[in-house]
């Protein structure tokens, strides 16, 4: 019997490099088939960031407006709707595959969730630049952090690195059983790896990852 398909998308080369290593810890796990999905603004580049991790891009979307982005990822997944998806960061691709598979009912996971800087515009990216990643609009800090935030909004695991990235989630209302720190050690992305097969059914949920806060170090006197 087939495996399931996780769809890893990225629209961006940083999104890839992130993605990549959760990619490969699927693969060598069993459990989802990881298929690489390239698209925003310059998809070419993105499969040249996989290439540098021994990965090859399964699928491409080339750059399009944000509604015909979001419209490629629903006819796709119409006719091959994957078991999830993955997407990273605040990618503006990555918002409309996690848009796109909301609407379908696919299970979305967030990787480096949670990063903020309090710089949020009620706009995001996806919808205020006249075309994605096309030159015509230009991302502001704003617009970045409006991507994340709906993602936040969209997805049903939300896979951190850090504990303060943690925090800022669980202010925003994001229950605590959705959220996993994977840490950004060596074993970080097969930690992500069993969080995704765990939102879809085929594994256990991994074990919390134990965090240490530094003790503050106070100075008196000068």
Known sequence: MALPEIHVVAGTTDAATELGPVAQALRLAGLLVPVLVAAGADPTAVGAA???????????????????????????????????????????????????????????????????????????????????????????????????RLITQLARVHLIARPIDAMNLLDEGVPAKDLMISGDDTLAPRRAAQAVASMTGLAPPPAPMPVTVPTATVRFGG
Not at 66 to 81: E, K, P, S, V, Y
Not at 114 to 128: I, K, L, Y
Request: proline share 7%; charged share 15%.
């Open 50 to 148: 996989f290439t540098e991790l021994n990965l090859v891009a399964d699928l491409t979307l080339p750059a399009a407006p944000a509604l015909g982005l979001i419209a490629r990822f629903d006819r796709m997944w119409a006719n091959r709707a994957p078991a999830a998806v993955l997407v990273a960061g605040s990618d503006p691709a990555g918002l409309s595959a996690a848009l796109a598979a909301a609407w379908r009912g696919i299970p979305v996971a967030h990787l480096s969730a949670g990063m903020r800087s309090d710089d949020c515009a009620p706009q995001g990216s996806v919808f205020s630049a006249p075309s994605e990643g096309s030159g015509a609009g230009i991302n502001t800090a704003a617009d970045v952090e409006s991507d994340a």
